[in-house]
Nanobody
Framework: QVQLVESGGGLVQAGGSLRLSCAAS????????MGWFRQAPGKEREFVAA????????YYEDSVKGRFTISRDNAKNTVYLQMNSLKPEDSAVYYC????????????????WGQGTQVTVSS
């Protein structure tokens, strides 16, 4: 059982930056592909970014390309989401997730989820 704990959310003005972290309890963290998803009130959960087990491959949702960067530090069992040039429409609860397998973009492919961290971007 992998436990994931997100941190780093908060309130930021449009154009600002935040870095989210997701710490995993599992010693075999390096075996898992990792992803970030978000869900705004009244909306479906949507994919944001994913990274392969070794960090060699990444994939982004179109609206965050060039603004967000996903990375991981397997020595620290942690995955990050650097968010720059934030927009009000980026406001949501952000979740990290883990999956055994190659890089995945569908939520159903993920096996473990964190509790989420709130990101609010004011205009």
């Amino acid at each position: 059982q992998v436990q994931l704990v997100e941190s780093g959310g908060g309130l930021v003005q449009a154009g600002g930056s935040l870095r989210l972290s997701c710490a995993a309890s599992e010693r075999t963290f390096s075996s898992y592909g990792m992803g970030w998803f978000r869900q705004a009130p009244g909306k479906e959960r949507e994919f944001v970014a994913a990274i392969s087990w070794n960090g060699d491959s990444t994939y982004y949702e179109d609206s965050v390309k060039g603004r967000f960067t996903i990375s991981r530090d397997n020595a620290k069992n942690t995955v990050y989401l650097q968010m720059n040039s934030l927009k009000p429409e980026d406001s949501a609860v952000y979740y990290c997730a883990a999956e055994i397998g190659p890089l995945a973009i569908m939520g159903d492919e993920y096996d473990y989820w964190g509790q989420g961290t709130q990101v609010t971007v004011s205009s």
